[in-house]
Nanobody, 121 residues
Framework: QVQLVESGGGLVQAGGSLRLSCAASGSRFSIIIMGWYRQAPGKQRELVAT???????NYADSVKGRFTISRDNANNTVYLQMSSLKPEDTAVYYC???????????????WGQGTQVTVSS
């Protein structure tokens, strides 16, 4: 089983920056894709950004040009650098990873516990 631990959330003023980190740990596994999702109060969870093991990235239109996702494959860690933050970016941010469990041969998809990001106006 793969566990994800997020860090880096907090309170920031509009226009500011934050960097989120998510580290994966567990038994032998190979992560194919990692990403960040967010859920604001009263809204559905939505995609923020994803990155594959080869470095291909995908962003929600609402964060393009402001957020950057990156990945350290050697340490199974994904980062989300958030700049020019807006109050509407306020949400709980969740890390997600999907890949192959090398012990069982089965695929997996794991979620982190979430980290709160609050942007004040």
């Amino acid at each position: 089983q793969v566990q994800l631990v997020e860090s880096g959330g907090g309170l920031v003023q509009a226009g500011g920056s934050l960097r989120l980190s998510c580290a994966a740990s567990g038994s032998r596994f190979s992560i194919i894709i990692m990403g960040w999702y967010r859920q604001a109060p009263g809204k559905q969870r939505e995609l923020v950004a994803t990155i594959t093991s080869r470095g291909s990235t995908n962003y929600a239109d609402s964060v393009k040009g402001r957020f950057t996702i990156s990945r350290d494959n050697a340490n199974n860690t994904v980062y989300l650098q958030m700049s020019s933050l807006k109050p509407e970016d306020t949400a709980v941010y969740y890390c997600n990873a999907a890949g192959l469990d090398l012990v069982s041969g089965s695929g997996f998809a794991s979620w982190g516990q979430g980290t709160q990001v609050t942007v004040s106006s």
